[in-house]
């Protein structure tokens, strides 16, 4: 197999684009990749503040790389869930990135924050736990970039896990989660701008990218992920992208392209009815009196 580009030995096949690349040549073409979602979506420019929110994960750590070699200087923050070796692993790993790279890193401690951990919710709830999980990412990342004034949250969603999440609400045919799969939304209010820069990328080239520049990355799994629907919906598109090459990224784009307009235009007129509020606990942005990581924590401490 040889570099479609230079004629190298190849160190990945797509199939998508019935291509192999050369380590370097593959580097090249992740990173126009990310500066075409950039550019396609508006998502940031050298002058905005850049929020990375890292797990140690393949995907936030090929982001944190890339988005230094293309000259953009993110601001990590790292949230201890609290998921004993795992978390401590996933930890350990963004510090050694950081030292590496010399950059910054923060790290927010769920525990000392707010008394919980991700397993004590698990264990005293019984609230679905990896929907937890996202309410106090989510509450965090927005907080911690509103206090230090980032302009954008930028997380490493890749092609894939947006196509299953896409996958996932269509099934249901939920409007809200359909739309919160496009790869940039806006800021407003208190919530700030998020954007997600790996949308024309998969969960494979991600990986090869991280093992091939020799990153430090924490690849075990999440011990409390047996079960998480989105597994099921990967294998299932897995399976239509063996059989039609291109497929996961048709079902994406044709999406934005197509339908996304069309029902973000109702989804805007429900917004006017649907304004946010301050949460009466924390201040932070909520549809209802107490926000849901705020009702999060109060369920967790009565059920203690
Ligand atoms: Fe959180 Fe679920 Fe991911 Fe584990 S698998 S880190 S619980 S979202
Ligand atoms: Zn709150």
Redesign the pocket.
């Known amino acids: 197999m040889k570099c479609r580009k230079c004629g190298s030995p190849a160190i990945i096949h797509i199939r998508r684009h019935k291509s192999s690349f050369c380590k370097q040549c593959f580097n090249e073409y992740f990173l126009k990749q990310i500066e075409k979602a950039i550019s396609k979506f508006s998502m940031f420019d050298y002058a905005d503040s850049l929020l990375l929110p890292v797990?140690g994960g393949k995907d936030s750590v090929a982001l944190w790389h890339a988005l230094i070699s293309l000259g953009y200087t993110p601001h990590a923050l790292h949230l201890q869930?609290g998921?004993s070796k795992?978390s401590e692993n996933s930890l350990r790993e963004c510090r050694r990135f950081a030292e590496k790279f010399d950059v910054p890193l923060d790290v927010v401690f769920l525990e000392k924050e707010s008394s919980i951990t991700?397993p004590l919710i698990?264990e005293k709830t019984s609230i679905r736990?990896?929907g937890?999980?996202?309410t106090a990412?989510r509450y965090w990342y927005n907080r911690y970039a509103l206090k230090n004034k980032h302009d954008v949250i930028v997380t490493g969603h890749n092609g894939d896990d947006l196509a299953s999440q896409l996958f996932h609400a269509v099934k249901s045919w939920n409007i809200p989660s359909m739309l919160s799969t496009y790869p940039v939304r806006e800021g407003r209010g208190s919530l700030v701008k998020r954007a997600k820069p790996l949308v024309y990328l998969t969960e494979k080239e991600t990986m090869v990218y991280v093992l091939s520049n020799q990153l430090p990355v924490h690849l075990e799994?999440?011990?409390?992920?047996q079960g998480?629907w989105s597994i099921t919906e990967k294998e299932m598109l897995n399976s239509m992208e063996e059989r039609q090459p291109g497929f996961k990224y048709r079902f994406l784009t044709e999406f934005y392209k197509h339908a996304f307009p069309k029902l973000t235009n109702n989804a805007k007129q429900e917004n006017v009815r649907n304004a946010f509020q301050e949460c009466i606990q924390c201040g932070m942005p909520s549809a209802k009196e107490l926000c849901s990581y705020c009702r999060l924590v109060e369920t967790t401490n009565r059920a203690r």
């Open positions: 797990s869930l998921i795992y991700i698990k736990i990896c937890a999980c996202g990412k799994e999440c011990p409390l992920a998480a």
